[in-house]
């Protein structure tokens, strides 16, 4: 169900929240990050698995590249500003807010 928002003025908007962040095509890069303020997403690694790890300073864990992920994603509002900053278009946004598992 889609719910109709508003602008101050009372235009239409309909927000485009962020539901999936593509890790094989992330650069980590961080502008993503840089532009939220909601914190929805984070910087992690991916080892050489495959698997998303935490980044430490402690280097047990070898890390093939960064990658960002989701963290919070109740805590987007669907304003867009991570999809107009990324540079490989990583980011699937849908019109209507997951539903919390």
Do not use: S
């Not at 532009?35 to 910087?43: D, E, N, Y």
């Amino acid at each position: 169900m889609t719910t109709a928002h508003l602008t101050r003025d009372g235009r239409d908007w309909n927000p485009d929240y962020l539901v999936a962040i593509n890790g094989e095509v992330c650069i980590g890069c961080g502008r993503c990050f840089k532009v939220c303020g909601r914190q929805v997403m984070t910087l992690k690694g991916l080892n050489e698995d495959g698997d998303i790890v935490e980044l430490d300073d402690d280097e047990d864990e070898e890390i093939e590249k960064k990658v960002m992920v989701m963290d919070d994603a109740g805590a987007c509002i669907g304003c867009g500003a991570c999809a107009r900053v990324c540079p490989t278009n990583c980011q699937t946004h849908a019109h209507e807010a997951l539903e919390a598992a």
